[in-house]
């Protein structure tokens, strides 16, 4: 979790608080609020698919979030799911501290930088697009 | 053993090199992930654009950054991935 802490850090989670958020007992610790607990609870049954079948868990996360709150909550666990299937896969190296340190410290987006970057791909649209199947081992 | 090739920053081109100037803008590098991802730069590029909106605030997401990590932080953790 390397990769991931540091921008954590950047975001205010202490060490502390990462050590209950990976401990069994983090729904009693008195350093996460009641909405981080059940963010925390959510992440780990989406995570175990048990998120599915278990209405108890859900009704104790759902009294914390909005419903649009609860589908971002959701779909972040899902996509750090599909983040880490993807790197132990490819056998994906650890990087190493001092790139690490490089992670944009910033907890904010810029969305000028979201529009800029939209603005270059439409200034440089490509003029065909990869063929379907069309790397196929020779 | 990494089972795929990474694109350096080097020999970065065209797409793949806006790809990797606009990562540096909004993650402040190029990490492994998106040096892989640069083979397939335009698939790649709405992933960037996913995956920084989602993971930082206030260019779309209505949680905090803080709370966001806390959900990475565990699911990592659940699927015992280090990186």
Redesign the interface.
């Known amino acids: 979790?390397?990769?991931?802490?540091s921008?954590?850090q950047?975001?205010?989670?202490t060490e502390a608080?990462?050590e209950a958020?990976?401990s069994e007992d983090?729904m009693n610790s008195p350093l996460?609020s009641s909405?981080?607990k059940a963010?925390?609870l959510?992440?780990?049954h989406?995570?175990?698919n048990t998120a599915r079948d278990r209405d108890d868990i859900f009704e104790i996360v759902n009294k914390e979030f909005?419903e649009?709150?609860l589908i971002?909550?959701t779909?972040?666990?899902c996509?750090?799911?599909s983040?880490?299937?993807?790197?132990?896969?490819?056998?994906?190296?650890?990087?190493e501290q001092g790139?690490v340190d490089?992670?944009?410290?910033?907890?904010?987006?810029?969305?000028d930088?979201?529009k800029?970057?939209?603005q270059?791909?439409i200034d440089?649209w490509?003029e065909t697009?990869?063929e379907p199947d069309g790397q196929a081992l020779s | 053993m990494p089972r795929v090739s990474q694109i350096g920053l080097d020999e970065a081109q065209g797409e793949t090199a806006r790809l990797y100037e606009a990562t540096t803008q909004m993650l402040g590098r190029v990490p492994h992930s998106f040096r892989v991802l640069g083979q397939t730069p335009l698939v790649a590029r709405m992933l960037l654009l996913f995956n920084a909106t989602m993971q930082r605030e206030g260019a779309g997401s209505v949680l905090s950054c803080k709370l966001k990590e806390m959900v990475i932080i565990k699911t990592s953790q659940v699927n015992a991935c280090n990186y």
Not at chain 1, 10 to 13: D, L
Not at chain 1, 83 to 95: A, G, K, Q
């Open positions: 979790m390397a990769h991931n802490t921008l954590g950047a975001a205010g989670i608080q990462i958020i990976v983090y996460l909405r981080e963010a925390v959510w992440a780990e989406v995570t175990k909005t649009t709150e971002e909550v779909l972040m666990s996509l750090f799911n983040w880490n299937r993807f790197m132990d896969s490819l056998h994906m190296p650890i990087e790139e490089k992670i944009q410290k910033s907890v904010a987006l810029n969305p930088r979201v800029n970057y939209l270059t791909m440089n490509p697009f990869p």
